[in-house]
Nanobody, 120 residues
């Protein structure tokens, strides 16, 4: 069993930065960050493994967002720089039983989400 809890969301202005945290407990599985804006499907943002430096990013966030993890604290981070209004969404942390995929259906465990709002 895996439990996930996100934190760090908030209201910022365009160009600002935020760091999201995902505290994880239980099995160490491939981890991903997803986001869902109103009226849109949940989309992959970034993913990371606990065991090596393999990471994946959506094209829309490459160069602006960085995913990392702290194996001692069992925490996954999403550093978001140069935020844009289109980054506004609820951000979810997720864990997948198999593989570091980019599809929400491949992830079995989800946090409750944290709201990120970027004003122009």
């Amino acid at each position: 069993q895996v439990q996930l809890a996100e934190s760090g969301g908030g209201l910022v202005q365009s160009g600002d930065s935020l760091r999201l945290l995902c505290a994880a407990s239980g099995r160490r599985l491939p981890m991903g960050w997803f986001r869902q804006a109103p009226g849109k499907e949940r989309e992959f943002v970034a993913g990371i493994l606990w065991t090596d430096n393999n990471t994946r990013y959506a094209d829309s966030v490459k160069g602006r967002f960085t995913i990392s993890r702290d194996n001692v604290k069992n925490t996954v981070y999403l550093q978001m720089n140069n935020l844009k209004p289109e980054d506004t969404a609820v951000y979810y942390c997720a864990a997948a039983s198999v593989g570091l995929g980019t599809v929400a259906a491949a992830y079995d465990y989800w946090g409750q989400g944290t709201q990120v709002t970027v004003s122009s």
